[in-house]
């Protein structure tokens, strides 16, 4: 039986076939996203970068992606996959939150938190995801994304409120410009770089420049905001009171980048952080080994 799993966010899909034999074959494509593209502009993203994997043809696909929630856009996730592997016998289209949980959990109840370039947590009971505050998206939450953090930047930036040496070093680096910025955000030009990503495409210097009282505090609030409004909703919408909440797991680069901002955060509220992956690919990858 020859698996293929993917861990697909917003900027990058990554792909592990697994063989009859164990053997590995990993690529990696563009990110994709079912809620804001039609089957055809995934078609066209997907297929020029996994021709061998194709050619290998998989006999069952375990799909774990952004956007990949409610009947529209898993219908669309269907149809590209269908089109791309039409002899493969069985396509799973899961949620990448799905994802997280299964690599951070297995078959054990708890918190799992996406943070990379969007934002998201649920509650999981070893089988299925039981609650989950609805992440918003960078412009309505994504609080503690690299998406929050790059458009607080950018806000900060825009409004003169950045410390003004560190402003300097940000128009150095990235030679803004407002008008640019507007169209990047609000006017996107075809084939330009999605707003999110744009947005997260920021975050790195909040790492670089961690030391500066400015970036500290940024990272300090939207560490606690991502529990307040993220964390302890899901408990509370899953009843579960915090003095008995499990500890609370991560995946995302952002996560592992800002890992001693989440605990702190967590537990100021007398919560525990669990493990940080950047990727949930090997994990699932043992999970569907078993």
Known sequence: MRRLIADAGSTKVAWTLIGDDGAQLDASTPGVNPAVMDAEQILGILSSGLQGVIAAMPDVIHYYGAGCKGEGPIGRMQAALRDLFPACQRIEIQSDMLGAARALLADKSGVACILGTGANSCYYDGQTITANTPAGGYILGDEFSGAWIGKTLISDY???????????????????????????????????????????????????????????????????????????????AAGISVKDAPQVGFIG?????????????LNEHGLFSGNFLTSPLIELIQYHRR
């Open 158 to 236: 825009l409004k003169r409120y950045m410390p003004n040496d560190l402003r300097q070093q940000f128009e150095h680096t990235y030679g803004l410009t407002e008008a640019g910025i507007i169209e990047a955000v609000y006017r996107p030009q075809p084939g330009a770089m999605a707003p999110n990503r744009f947005l997260a495409s920021f975050a790195p210097f909040a790492s670089e420049n961690r030391q500066q009282p400015y970036i500290e505090e940024l990272l300090t609030v939207g560490a606690q905001l991502f529990v307040e409004r993220n964390v302890l909703p899901t408990l509370a």
């Open 253 to 265: 680069s952002v996560a592992c980048s800002f890992r001693d901002y989440l605990t702190s955060a």
